[in-house]
């Protein structure tokens, strides 16, 4: 049974409006929370993350929402751009809890296309 | 600075070969960690190595063996690949333990097992 849920394998959004993508998780031990982007034949890149002791954390045009009740987060991407389209991955860790703190657990990844 | 580098990039086996993926970073990081990717499903964690001199199992070893060579390399050897080992492999690094919990990943070596 999958940890964590990328309900959606693709979205399309048009270029500058805002691109929304969803992850879901299980475990309620998890406490951090990473966004990384893959493009075609390269290894994920990270993109933002957020400890579980917040509900939002922005970094430039990204923004990642922590829902804990919900088990949910989201990654706003505002406005979209053609450099944007890739396929992004939610991971999770119970990192405060581990011995390490690193072992996550991804997601399947939604691929985002941002039409020009 | 290379980052994390990968060799070989592509690699077909037969069933019962061998072989050992080869990854090093130059970043000075402590832990190393190898991933399998499988279409429509997220990153799985083989083997990692939170430290030089120590390695331990993640959620899928089996088929596995790993080799954390110095601070800089981490091996990924398949003594008999077998086609449900056909997957891209990934090498990542991050920094000290708890300090920071970015992965940064390697390109890729895309295997196919025949």
């Known amino acids: 049974d999958q940890q964590v849920k990328q309900n959606s394998p693709s979205l399309s959004v048009q270029e500058g409006r805002i691109s929304i993508l969803n992850c879901d998780y299980t475990?309620?031990?998890?406490?951090?929370f990473l966004w990384y982007k893959k493009y075609p034949a390269e290894g994920p890149t990270f993109l933002i993350s957020?400890?579980?002791?917040?509900d939002k954390n922005e970094d430039g045009r990204f923004t990642v929402f922590l829902n804990k009740s919900a088990k949910h987060l989201s990654l706003h991407i505002v406005p979209s751009q053609p450099g944007d389209s890739a396929v992004y991955f939610c991971?999770?860790?119970?990192?405060?809890?581990?011995?390490?703190?690193?072992?996550?657990?991804f997601g399947p990844g939604t691929r985002l296309s941002v039409l020009p | 600075n290379a980052g994390v580098t990968q060799t070989p990039k592509f690699q077909v086996l037969k069933t019962g070969q061998s072989m050992t993926l080869q990854c090093a970073q130059d970043?000075?990081?402590?832990?190393m960690y190898w991933y399998r990717q499988d279409p429509g499903m997220g990153l799985r964690l083989i083997y990692y190595?939170?430290?030089?001199?120590?390695?331990d199992k993640g959620e899928v070893p089996n088929g596995y063996n790993v080799s954390r060579l110095n601070k800089r390399e981490f091996s990924l050897r398949l003594e008999s690949a077998a086609p449900s080992q056909t997957s891209v492999y990934f090498c990542?690094?991050?920094?000290?333990?708890?300090?920071?919990?970015?992965?940064?990943f390697g390109p890729g070596t895309r295997l196919t097992v025949t």
């Open positions: 957020i400890s579980s002791i917040k």
């Open positions: 990542a690094s991050s920094g000290q333990p708890l300090s920071s919990y970015e992965q940064y």
């Open positions: 475990n309620s031990m998890f406490d951090y």
């Open positions: 970043m000075n990081h402590n832990s």
């Open positions: 991971a999770a860790s119970s990192a405060g809890r581990d011995n390490y703190g690193q072992n996550f657990v």
């Open positions: 190595s939170a430290s030089e001199g120590t390695t």
